[in-house]
Each structure stands twice: as C-alpha cells, then as structure tokens.
C-alpha cells in the first residue's frame, strides 16, 4: 500500500479515538495495530527544513515517493520487505506514557530479533540495533496518548534504498535485516507472527486479527 493511503487509514482511527474522548456522539475508539507493506517511500519528520525541495526531487528520481509527516524523528525509508506497523493506541488504557511506549515497541521488536537468535539492543538513539547496525526504526506521533505513526522491522528489505539517505540523521551508521544478519531469506509474513506475540507480551494485551476487506478499509 502507498504510504499516504495508510496514512489516511490510521488517521482514520486516530480520529475515532479523539472523538470518543471529546464525547462526539457515537464515536467508538478501537485500539489497533495496522500492518503494511509500503511501496518505496521516503519520509520525513516535523524538522522538514533540514530538506530542500531540491533534495525531495533526487530522491523522487530514484523511483520513490516523498513524504512530509507530522512525526518526530528524521528522514528513513519504508518499502517491500520491511514490516511497517501503525498501532493506534489510547495510551490512557496502557500506560500514558510517550517514552514508555517507545520505550515497549523497542522491547517488542528486540524480542523479535530474539525469536530468530539475534542479539538485538536499544541505546540512546531510538530505534533497535545489532551491533552499530540498525534493524528497527521508530518515529512516532501523540496527541492526548493517541499514538500514530510507525515502527518498522526491516526483513528482507533492499538496503540500498538506505545508501541515498543519513537514516534517521545518524551519520556513520548502517543499516542491517534479518535476512542480511541470518544470511537467510526472512520475509514480512515469518516476522509477523513473532513481532505480534511479543506486542502482546510488552502491553499485555490479545490481539484479534480483522482482514482489511472485512473493515472495508
């Protein structure tokens, strides 16, 4: 799915959230993760003045989209073998908390390093990393404890999209997967059981899967 149609999606229940705290009639908020797939996208957080309109149209030449975002963090890139993952959360019914949040789906995403024998860390930077090479990245959105925006877990993603890019604005990094670090093909549908069983584990919570034609989305 394109990244701005998935933005919509996720809005979509953010604002259902928000109209059910602000007592808006009928409004239902629902707690839930969205998985996707992107088509090659970079984006940016709310510092997009450190990205030139010139800078925007290089790497749109490379054959990808260009997104500017409401989140925090710096420029990454999603695409096709890299689980991007929206959970769209009322943190008032976990813990209201931004950084312990960031702090659980860091946990979540380590524990699924875990899960294929990987020794996986965070550290002062936000994201998860093997070594110094980061395997998940994190940018995130709260208003009023409604969480948006993403985590993503790279699989069996190309890096070289990454090579165009300082992911995240950290110069003299690199970027791994879980295919490159195995030496094994691992793609989204391995890593989606694992990722969510240790979501579940982290926010202590049951997950119940819906389809997206069954929510007409």
């Known amino acids: 799915m394109g990244f701005l149609d998935a933005y919509k999606v996720q809005t979509k229940f953010a604002r259902q959230h928000l109209d059910n705290m602000?007592?808006?009639?009928?409004?239902?908020?629902?707690?839930?993760?969205?998985?996707?797939?992107?088509?090659?996208?970079?984006?940016?957080?709310?510092?997009?003045?450190?990205?030139?309109?010139?800078?925007?149209?290089?790497l749109k030449k490379l054959g990808a989209e260009f997104c500017r975002t409401d989140r925090g963090g710096l420029i990454t890139y999603h695409g096709p073998g890299q689980l991007?993952?929206?959970?769209?959360l009322n943190l008032k019914y976990f813990t209201p908390n931004m950084k312990w949040y960031i702090c659980s789906m860091e946990k979540t995403m380590i524990g699924t390093c875990k899960h294929y024998g990987l020794n996986a860390h965070s550290t002062e930077d936000t994201g998860v990393w093997i070594g110094d090479r980061k395997i998940g990245a994190i940018g995130v959105h709260g208003r009023r404890y409604v969480t948006t925006h993403y985590v993503?877990?790279?699989?069996?993603?190309?890096?070289?999209?990454?090579?165009h890019i300082v992911p995240?604005?950290?110069?003299?990094?690199?970027?791994?997967?879980?295919?490159?670090?195995?030496?094994?093909?691992?793609?989204?549908?391995?890593?989606?059981?694992?990722?969510?069983?240790?979501?579940?584990?982290?926010?202590?919570?049951?997950?119940?899967?819906?389809?997206?034609?069954?929510?007409?989305?």
């Not at 991007?84 to 769209?88: D, G, H, Q, S």
Request: hydrophobic share 30%; aromatic share 10%.
């Open 168 to 217: 995240c604005g950290l110069e003299g990094k690199d970027v791994t997967s879980l295919s490159k670090e195995k030496g094994c093909d691992i793609d989204i549908n391995d890593a989606v059981k694992p990722f969510l069983e240790n979501f579940q584990r982290q926010f202590d919570c049951q997950l119940k899967y819906i389809d997206k034609e069954n929510r007409g989305i």
């Open 84 to 88: 991007v993952a929206y959970p769209i």
């Open 22 to 58: 602000a007592g808006v009639h009928g409004a239902k908020g629902e707690n839930v993760v969205l998985l996707v797939q992107h088509n090659p996208v970079y984006t940016i957080g709310i510092r997009s003045k450190d990205y030139s309109e010139e800078y925007e149209q290089k």
């Open 152 to 163: 993503s877990l790279n699989c069996n993603t190309d890096l070289n999209w990454f090579k």
